[in-house]
C-alpha cells in the first residue's frame, strides 16, 4: 500500500515539474510575443497557385500599393496571399486586448512554420525549438 502512495507521490512530482515547464514556455511565449506582435498585423490567406492569377495580382496597382504580397510557399498548388492588416484587437503597448478569449486561430499558430513570418517569429528563440 506505501508502494502505492509512493508512485503516486513521484508521479505529481513529475507531472508538477511538466506543468510548471509548460507554463513556463507559455510565459516565454507570451513575452516574445509582445516584442514582436508581426502576425497580427497581417491576414494571412492560402489560394490555388495559377500563373494568370500571379500575372493579375501582379499587374493590380492596388494590391501592390497596399502592401500586398503574395508568398511561395514551396507547394506547386497553392501560394499564400498576405494583406497588411493591423487587428482591431491589438494594442501596440498592451498587446491583444482579448488575450484570454483569443480565437483558437491565434491560439494555434505558430510563426515559425509559417512561410513568411518564419525568419522573424520570435519563438524561434526557444529552447523547445
Ligand atoms: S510572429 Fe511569432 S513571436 Fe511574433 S507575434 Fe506571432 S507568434 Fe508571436
Ligand atoms: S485577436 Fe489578438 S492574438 Fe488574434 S490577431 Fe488579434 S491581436 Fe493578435
New binding site residues.
Given amino acids: 500500500m506505501k508502494k502505492t502512495y509512493l508512485f503516486y507521490d513521484e508521479y505529481d512530482v513529475v507531472s508538477k515539474r511538466w506543468f510548471d515547464k509548460m507554463n513556463n514556455i507559455e510565459k516565454k511565449?507570451s513575452e516574445?510575443?509582445m516584442?514582436?506582435?508581426?502576425?497580427?498585423k497581417w491576414m494571412i490567406f492560402t489560394v490555388p497557385y495559377s500563373v494568370n492569377t500571379l500575372k493579375a495580382f501582379y499587374a493590380n496597382q492596388y494590391y501592390l500599393a497596399r502592401g500586398c504580397r503574395v508568398v511561395d510557399v514551396g507547394h506547386s498548388r497553392y501560394v499564400q496571399v498576405l494583406v497588411p492588416s493591423i487587428c482591431p484587437q491589438l494594442n501596440e503597448d498592451f498587446g491583444c486586448m482579448i488575450y484570454e478569449n483569443r480565437p483558437e486561430a491565434c491560439r494555434l499558430?505558430?510563426?515559425?512554420k509559417?512561410p513568411f513570418?518564419k525568419n522573424?517569429?520570435?519563438?524561434s528563440e526557444l529552447e523547445e525549438g
Avoid: A, V
Avoid at 35 to 40: A, D, G, I, T
Avoid at 109 to 112: E, Q
Avoid at 120 to 123: A, D, E, F, L
Fill in positions: 511565449k516574445l510575443c516584442s514582436c506582435l508581426e502576425c497580427c499558430y505558430d510563426g515559425r509559417d513570418l522573424i517569429c520570435k519563438w
